[in-house]
């Protein structure tokens, strides 16, 4: 059965969609069978692993509100063991519309169990917001990776998010675990940046990653590519950024029998 992790954060620009695609990327490169799902209206994912969302006809919205089998609907992705369950615009009314379905927080969750067995990771690129496709997408996870920028607003919101957590925990989702917090855009010529490295690990601990996301040319101008970093430039700091991330998962949650000098790539 497939490990489902949520990437998810109200706060915009903070890498969220970057690192859904490039961490499913370098999970499936690893030789892990991984589905991307795109539950963002905005379709950033699906068109950042090559897929032109004006040209999608089913999407995660029909799967969740029409009752669509997801496996009639997955594409392959150029990224070998990378599939997609695509979004288009559509989902916007996803919202309005489950508001009066009974369990209407389960409804990813139905999605999702249709097709856990047959993967071993399921990401699931959240919306930039707190609103019912992200409640459903927390609680249909085992886990939530949050990305946070390394810049002077980098706290701001984070307790909102961590208190919907809680909440998710408490009456839906007993079991959703925090995957860590991902310290994303570093820039090491900055003072600002390295303060709030610090400033994040001291208020939060062991859940930040080791992996640090540097900000990198290459990485910003993949999506316009429609590809992953991994193959778009396999040999930037970004690819080697996000594959040690995927390292550092597989690690955490004991698939992997990497030796200790082997754990991360010196960048």
Known sequence: MGKVIAIANQKGGVGK????????????????????IDADPQANATSGVGFDPNNIKTSIYECII?????????????TPGLD????????????????????REMMMSKVIDKIKDDYDFII???????????INSLTAADSVIIPVQCEYFALEGLGKLLNTIRIVQDRLNHDLDVEG??????????????QVVQDVKMHFGKIVFNTIIHRNTRLGEAPSYGEPIMIHDINSKGSTNYINLAREILQKNDMTKVSNKDKTIKV
Not at 66 to 78: A, S
Not at 84 to 103: F, K, R, Y
Not at 181 to 194: G, N
């Open 66 to 78: 029409d009752e669509v089998k997801p496996k009639d609907i997955i594409l392959e992705t150029n």
């Open 181 to 194: 917090i991902l310290l994303t855009m570093f820039d090491s010529r900055l003072r600002l940046a390295k």
């Open 124 to 134: 699931i690129d959240c919306s930039p917001s707190l609103g019912l496709i992200t």
């Open 84 to 103: 997609l369950i695509p979004a288009h615009i559509d989902l916007v009314g996803a919202e309005i519309e489950m508001i009066n379905l009974p369990n």
């Open 17 to 36: 969609t970057t690192t859904a695609i490039n961490l499913s990327a370098g999970l499936a490169i690893l030789e892990y069978k991984t589905l991307l």
